[in-house]
């Protein structure tokens, strides 16, 4: 079956804008998860939605980062006025639970090129 | 909150040899230690997985091992092969804790000479 989607696959955008980034889970999964990577580095959590419970956005960097999920499939994740630093991999993965030891499935990820 | 930390951060080995990476975690109620494997630029993959009732687990070359009194577990790989050149991620959960998601080590890089 289709895997977790990402779009856009590369974003560059100029300082200050604000960008959006997609992820379409796998059908059937509860729980969606962000990640942000910068070169050679780990997985930083950001944000996690589990169901209809509210999220934990305990991973947010700052104010300047949201997300939702839509109907509990498709999620965005949105950076305003972007930064220099904002320029990384962000991964997207879904479940079939939340919490409970389930595999995190990934997606190809979104490389943020802010200029 | 939970904190991990992985070591080492890049490992080179021969081929044919083992290799070991190390993650320790602070929360005492982490009951769940995955081990994801990202080859470059592509998306992390999970390889194998273990649950706090359990000491050892074995798939093929692969092993995981986990002490809890110490707070720390292991990858142990055997018979290395060029193609587990990639970077290795641990992580933790406390699924019955409030946060109920994976903080992950910061990575190995392995490279496994032929």
């Known amino acids: 079956g289709a895997g977790v989607s990402q779009s856009p696959s590369n974003k560059v955008t100029e300082k200050g804008k604000d960008v959006e980034l997609r992820c379409d889970p796998i059908?059937?999964?509860?729980?969606l998860y962000w990640y942000r990577q910068s070169l050679g580095q780990g997985l930083e959590f950001l944000i996690y939605?589990?169901?209809?419970?509210?999220?934990?956005k305990s991973g947010l960097p700052s104010d300047r980062f949201s997300a939702e999920r839509t109907g509990g499939s498709v999620s965005t994740l949105t950076i305003q006025r972007t930064q220099q630093e904002d320029s990384a991999v962000y991964l997207c993965?879904?479940?079939?639970?939340?919490?409970?030891?389930?595999?995190?499935?990934f997606g190809p990820g979104t490389r943020l090129t802010v200029t | 909150g939970e904190n991990v930390e992985q070591h080492p951060s890049t490992l080179s080995v021969q081929e044919g040899d083992s290799a070991v990476i190390k993650c320790t975690y602070s929360?005492?109620?982490?009951?769940?230690f995955p081990w994801y494997k990202q080859e470059l630029g592509k998306r992390p993959q999970l390889i194998i997985d273990?649950?706090?009732?359990?000491g050892e687990k074995k798939d093929q070359r692969i092993a995981v091992t986990l002490n809890k009194t110490a707070k720390h577990f292991s990858l142990h790989i055997t018979e290395t092969q060029p193609e587990d050149s990639a970077v290795y991620f641990c992580?933790?959960?406390?699924?019955?804790?409030?946060?109920?998601?994976?903080?992950f080590g910061k990575g190995t890089k392995l490279s496994v000479k032929p």
């Open positions: 993965a879904s479940s079939l639970g939340g919490s409970g030891g389930y595999e995190q499935y």
């Open positions: 059908s059937g999964h509860t729980a």
């Open positions: 939605f589990q169901g209809n419970s509210a999220p934990d």
């Open positions: 929360d005492s109620a982490s009951n769940y």
């Open positions: 273990i649950r706090s009732n359990v």
């Open positions: 992580a933790a959960e406390n699924y019955g804790g409030s946060q109920g998601n994976l903080i």
